[in-house]
């Protein structure tokens, strides 16, 4: 049974619930950060920051924009604003067969964003990590 990958992402967002990630997520998943040099691999790692990135994309006026999808692929455009910045990014995400995704990579705009999403992920996989 295959799974509708961007109808079961989009509900986690409007949900703001990243508990549904483990069922949407392939064990072998490469997730690619705006803010770290090398990809991080596996399940696990990439539930660990796409939920800690739930946590702070989604608690501030989140929106998609802007969609361009294929078959096994999406690119989903998205505004936010945190701390009076206005960002700008791009979720690419590439899924298998079954609906898995494979590949989850983002992008964002300008540098100031950059700066303020590395401090912010910082702090909140600190605090996932000491609890």
Partial sequence: MSINTLEVWHQLVVKKDPRGLSELLSDDVIFYSPVLHTPQVGKKMTQHYLSAAFYIFLNAPFRYVREVVDSHNAILEFEVEIDGISINGVDMIRWDETGKIVEFKVMIRPL?????????????LQQTASA
């Fill in 112 to 124: 100031k964003g950059v700066y303020l999403i590395q401090q912010k992920m910082a702090e909140m």
